[in-house]
């Protein structure tokens, strides 16, 4: 026990450290269920695997049933699949993702590039979001009923309701084949452009009227009357105040919009030939390369949870009763 009046420590853990446990045993759970999920689709899927797989490897125009067999033999296709799976957590659990039934060559090393290629493309898929967003939001906020309010409202509707790959053709068509000002498919010579502004656009449109709202309840909240009634002025008040106090539900909304950002990225990527992981998943489900399958949808289930992770940390910045426990 603690003498009377004598400082009490806390059993619980920092907030830091919460975090952490909680996203690491998250992230053990997503690679469990995604390669396992991945490895009973992969395997349940109609065709011939060996066919399929002979096919990746030689064309479709050159191969047969012998190649199809020898594939077949090579990989044990005919064995139970447990041993497969049981030897892809094996190779999970020393940090690699096995090696790919087309190429034969370590999953990481195909997957890399690709992994970089959606990183560039998710970061400037929210650059856009947040610098045509954020401002939009926040003039919103500021004069309810203004022209920026009501076209932000219309915009939202609009973007939220079209389909990626609708907006992904209707870009196409204004910048590549009007315009041609921009790439319609491709990595170099402004490639990232187009399917940036096909993820980023939503974003951007959902996020001013997240951040409107979050202006508006911090504009009334009792804290911004009092800092107005110590002589702040309107700019210092925002600054100092409304901003942070509306960082929080934004950020914590950001984190939701990751999880659109993984799936719409496997359609963007397609569509506009972009090398990354969707790209890469699609091209591995076709060719039925199982290990290649379980890697790049773990890896995009591990981005989802990176990106909940940064999220959360930046919670825990931006608001400090998070940190201590307090309430809200």
Known sequence: MHEQGGPVLSTRRPA????????????????????????????????????????????????????????????????PALPALLRWFGDLASFGLGRSLVTGEPVWDEVAHQLGATLRLSAAAVAIGVSLGAPLGVRAGLRPGGWADRSTLVLAAALRAMPPFLLAVLLMMVASVWLGALPAAGEHDGGLLLPAATLGLGLAAGLARVVRTAVRAALASPSHEFLRTCGLTDAQALRHHVLRHAAVPVLAWLGVQTVFLVEGAVVVETLFAWPGIGHALVHAVFGRDVPMIQGTALCMGLLFVVFNFAIDSACLWADPRRRTGSPP
Request: charged share 15%; aromatic share 6%.
């Open 16 to 79: 830091w450290a919460r975090l952490l446990v909680a996203r690491g045993a998250q992230a053990v759970a997503v690679a469990l269920a995604v390669g396992t999920a991945c490895f009973l689709i992969a395997r349940a899927l109609p065709g011939d695997l060996a066919m399929r797989i002979a096919a990746s490897r030689y064309g479709y125009d050159l191969v047969g049933t012998a190649a199809a067999e020898a594939v077949r033999a090579e990989l044990g296709l005919d064995g």
